[in-house]
């Protein structure tokens, strides 16, 4: 097997392929190009989004030039895989400013210096854009049929559940197909990689490529990821884990994989680091908790740097030793006129977001689980006052992992 795919099956990136051997044939004798889609529905991608960034690291590192779609274009019509209703359309400033940030967030992830390897950024709006309907359904639209394009995932489950599909959406197959075919067409790009709703999509565009120009292109999928708990990847209590620091500070980030399910945390050392395979083997045997340190720190020096990396573990060490005052902690600042009298414990853990409800955060106190600069809080109604504050700040504590520090603005 090619090197390539051995190494995307043993990190537990592989879902499906298409013609694999041929695939993995091709790929023992030349490089290649290849491409994932991104649609910029955010200003920031999340680490839901991870998984699919780590095959453009691994295409890199294999010698092959990762090719970035960002969906300038698509994302206009909205992707309804996975979704139950229409996603919210985005007006055109919106989508622009949102395609410039997550280009800048992949450029995080992948290296310019091998001219080689080098990551191709391009904008499917600019082809989608100045298209012709009429020759576009004459000479891409008569490449499908509706009876197959009713079997595809995307469309089937929403039919089946009767909930209404826009005929908007209904080209997206169509257009992400077309993306295939151009990316073929002008950058000899003959694979493309996705998440395993994208399937059908992926299909589509190599079934399109084949019957426009007789080309041979490739598609590959990887599973969804999930964590040992059956949530979600990339989501939590608090919401998404985004790659923007503007929107989940450092620290946060390098928390989010401190605090891994110790079933996950191997499979997330293959999944979401640049450690070897035979390296995380090595370390196998290690306490739980160096792992989950190990983790952290790879992945969040992979986005934000070493020194964030360096930096983030130096405060959680600091923070749960029960001396610390907190002073490297993220934090948020409170105006001196809104500690009035009225100001209690509970209005400050609402006000910090570390809680979003008062019924929540009383349980907490009574399960001693609220601190302020490191003393337990046994009174719901406690004011909090300005002589709380410590060189203009004090620790916030809930349980034995949330903690940030409030300062007087």
Request: proline share 1%; aromatic share 10%; glycine share 6%.
């Amino acid at each position: 097997m090619n090197k390539f795919l051995k190494e995307f099956k043993d990190r537990g990136f592989f879902y499906q392929c298409t013609n694999e051997k041929e695939l993995s044939d091709l790929l023992n004798q030349k490089k290649i190009k290849a491409y994932i889609g991104f649609d910029c529905t955010a200003e920031s991608l999340h680490v839901g989004s991870l998984l699919q960034i780590m095959c453009l690291r691994l295409l890199q590192k294999h010698g092959h030039q990762p090719i970035v779609l960002l969906g300038g274009g698509t994302t206009r019509i909205g992707d309804p895989s996975g979704k139950d209703k229409t996603r919210k359309i985005l007006d055109e400033n919106e989508i622009e400013k949102n395609t410039k940030n997550i280009g800048n967030i992949l450029k995080n992830y992948l290296s310019s210096n091998d001219k080689d390897t080098k990551p191709i950024f391009v904008n499917n709006y600019s082809w989608l854009k100045d298209l012709n309907y009429i020759s576009f359904l004459r000479n891409i639209g008569k490449h499908f049929t509706i009876n197959k394009m009713l079997t595809f995932d995307s469309v089937k489950t929403r039919l089946d559940r009767e909930q209404s599909l826009s005929y908007m959406e209904f080209n997206y197959m169509i257009l992400q197909a077309y993306d295939f075919l151009e990316l073929n067409q002008k950058e000899n790009c003959i694979l493309q990689i996705g998440g395993s709703d994208q399937w059908g999509n992926i299909v589509n565009g190599v079934d399109l490529i084949k019957r426009f120009s007789n080309n041979q292109a490739y598609g590959l999928t990887t599973p969804l990821i999930t964590l040992a708990s059956g949530a979600k990847m990339g989501k939590t209590e608090n919401g998404a884990v985004w790659l923007d620091k503007k929107f989940l500070s450092p620290y946060d980030y390098w928390q989010f994989w401190r605090n891994t399910d110790d079933r996950d945390v191997l499979k997330f050392l293959n999944i979401f680091t640049d450690l070897t395979i035979e390296e995380i083997n090595n370390v196998k045997g290690k306490d739980i908790n160096e792992l989950k340190v190990l983790l952290a720190n790879k992945t969040t020096e992979m986005l934000h740097g070493e020194n964030e990396a360096r930096n983030s573990e130096k405060i959680a060490k600091e923070t749960f030793s029960e001396n610390s005052s907190g002073s490297n902690l993220p934090s948020v600042k409170i105006k001196k006129d809104q500690l009035n009298e009225n100001f209690n414990i509970l209005d400050l853990v609402i006000f910090s977001k570390l809680e979003k409800s008062k019924s929540e955060v009383r349980r907490l106190i009574k399960n001693n689980g609220v601190k302020i600069n490191n003393e337990i809080i046994i009174d719901e109604k406690k004011i909090i006052s300005i002589e709380l504050f410590n060189d203009n700040f004090l620790k916030l504590s809930l349980g034995k992992k949330r903690h940030i520090k409030i300062e007087l603005n």
